[in-house]
């Protein structure tokens, strides 16, 4: 027998027009990328989505049909993010991080028909214009008569590309496994992957990520994402904003420590979300300008593990409380959050800290586990490593064309169902599950292994170091062991042995790295994460003092 409730869609649409019917006035303030602070409303970002969308069918672009943006958090971006989705067309979020000839290669492989990006993009654009397979139509995000000289062919601004345009287009009605957005993986090894979201799957996921114990966000809150639109739909935060009326802060490109301090205090931000690198310069400029944070009550670090100086300079400096979170583009991105249950409330402040510096539990919708190499269960007892799989339903089931197919039917998971993470982890038996390495960064050292991030979370607040990675090099008796690679704070010149000496007592003695090196930049990925391929290529004829002592 079957329910005898409402079919209610749940299509994204729905999400903006309840903002526009209930926070019309709420604003979403965007810094520019000409760089004034421009001001609009949920109200007037749904009328101009719809204006998108009368764009896009006078275009051509019908469900299914796949809209690129190459662009930072503004509200513009964010109107053709619903105004695509709002008609059933993908919206893909490309990453312009990435070199031109890698986002033309994402661009052609998702099929991309429209693409529109911010005004500092366009030599970016035109290098990667003769290679784009499938592009028509450019817009750049400019003002009515504003386009600039371009070799792209029939390029418009986009306020002439809306402009005078009827908000008449229907939204919605179709099915609500729709696929509403596409994202592309890091692909740090390989071809990137394409993620592909459905209507569906990001609702329940914005659901999941208003609640209380994930970000817990009402109409009464400011936020500002950080975390850019193309990582990952900002981890959902363009969807859970306009889902409660919270007011929306988006920083444009501007994301250096200054800049995002300017914008938390000048707006009254209450909750704010980014990877640790943001934090960190941040960090540094609120030390060099003695600063204070005089609104912001939360923040939400995630992408790579929170280092513990971060962890600490927000909860005991700032008075911030901050909330772990681990996940990755194929689950939308969420997949833990580290917040404090009633069992927690006797902790002391430095177990509190130690549990905190912990990826957390899932939300409901996520199950967890971790396996051996053999694919066998492992018990929750907070020291077993093993694989970590997911399931649940914002979680990929295939990539986008059928890429990465790991099962006889086609799909990336297991025989039951199970994705595996790539990530290796305990899980203790309250549900806090800790990220201990990436399966293929983990140091293998005398057949056990050494979890590289534990050591750079830790080396990162030693005197003088301004950021920290660990990586496996070539050991003739125990296979690999760890290098510390370090980068210094401007102006300092840490000493090797005063950093062995801080990591002496907080991790088990045999993972001490065997040696230290020093760089002037650790590279970073084009997510912010520390780029560990390129380090190890740069670091690939290291010796290690005690592999030559060992020979
Ligand atoms: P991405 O899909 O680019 O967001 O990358 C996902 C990967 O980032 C995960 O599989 C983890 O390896 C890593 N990651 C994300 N959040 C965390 C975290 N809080 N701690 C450690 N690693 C993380």
Same mark, same amino acid.
């Given at each position: 027998m079957l329910g005898l409730m409402q079919d209610w869609s749940m299509t994204l649409d729905k999400v903006l027009d309840h903002a526009a019917m209930n926070h019309a006035r709420r604003e979403i303030v965007s810094r520019s990328i000409e760089g004034p602070i421009v001001r609009t409303t949920y109200g007037d970002l749904r009328t101009r989505a719809k204006q998108v969308s009368h764009a896009l069918v006078h275009c051509g672009v019908g469900i299914g049909d796949r809209v690129a943006t190459l662009a930072w958090n503004t509200a513009r971006h964010m109107e053709v993010w619903f105004g695509a989705m709002g008609i059933g067309a993908v919206l893909h979020t490309l990453n312009p991080r990435l070199m031109p000839e890698q986002i033309a290669w994402i661009a052609n492989h998702a099929g991309d028909e429209v693409l529109c990006f911010d005004l500092t993009f366009l030599p970016i654009v035109e290098k990667m214009a003769p290679l784009l397979e499938t592009v028509k139509h450019y817009v750049v995000f400019a003002d009515r008569g504003a386009a600039p000289k371009s070799t792209l062919p029939n390029l418009v601004a986009y306020e002439d590309w809306i402009a005078d345009r009827p908000a008449i287009v229907t939204w919605g009605q179709f099915d609500e496994n729709t696929a509403a957005g596409l994202c592309y993986t %890091?692909?740090? /090894?390989g071809n990137p992957k394409g993620v592909l979201y459905s209507h569906r799957s990001n609702m329940i996921h914005a659901f999941v990520a208003s609640g209380g114990d994930a970000f817990g966000l009402t109409s009464r809150d400011t936020v500002l994402p950080i975390v850019p639109m193309f990582h990952a739909n900002a981890w959902a935060l363009t969807f859970v904003c306009p889902m409660v009326g919270a007011k929306m802060v988006m920083p444009g490109a501007k994301l250096d420590g200054q800049s995002v301090y300017e914008l938390l205090e000048s707006e009254k931000v209450t909750l704010s979300a980014a990877v640790p690198t943001v934090w960190l310069m941040l960090n540094q400029y609120l030390r060099d300008t003695k600063s204070k944070l005089t609104t912001l009550k939360k923040v939400i670090i995630g992408g790579s593990a929170v280092p513990e100086a971060i962890l600490r300079a927000f909860e005991e400096d700032f008075g911030v409380e901050v909330v772990h979170a681990w996940g990755m583009t194929e689950m939308s991105p969420m997949g833990t959050l580290c917040t404090m249950g009633p069992e927690e409330d006797g902790l002391d402040h430095e177990s509190r800290i130690k549990l905190k510096l912990k990826q957390g539990r899932t939300p409901f919708t996520v199950e967890m586990k971790i396996v051996d190499d053999a694919g066998k269960d492992l018990p929750r007892d907070g020291k077993t490593f093993g694989r970590l799989l997911v399931r649940g339903p %914002?979680? /990929? !089931? =295939?990539?986008? !064309?059928? @890429?990465?197919?790991?099962n006889a039917n086609g799909t990336?998971? @297991?025989? @039951?169902g199970w994705f595996d993470t790539g990530d290796v982890a305990t899980i203790d038996a309250k549900g806090f599950m800790n990220i201990t390495d990436r399966a293929k960064d983990v140091i293998k050292s005398g057949g056990e292994w050494i979890s590289s991030i534990e050591i750079e979370n830790i080396a990162v607040?030693?005197?003088? =170091?301004a950021n920290a990675a660990v990586i496996g090099v070539y050991h003739p008796k125990w296979d690999e062991r760890p290098l510390l690679i370090i980068q210094p704070k401007p102006g300092e010149t840490p000493d090797k042995a005063a950093i062995l000496a801080f990591l002496d007592g907080k991790i088990a003695k045999w993972w001490t790295p065997d040696d230290v090196a020093f760089v002037e930049a650790i590279p970073l990925g084009a997510?912010? !994460?520390?780029?560990k391929l390129a380090l190890r290529e740069t670091f690939k004829d290291y010796r290690l003092p005690s592999a030559q002592a060992a020979e």
């Open positions: %890091s692909g740090t /090894t %914002s979680i /990929t !089931k =295939v990539y986008f !064309k059928g @890429d990465g197919a790991r990336a998971l @297991d025989e @039951d607040g030693a005197p003088g =170091v997510t912010g !994460k520390i780029n």
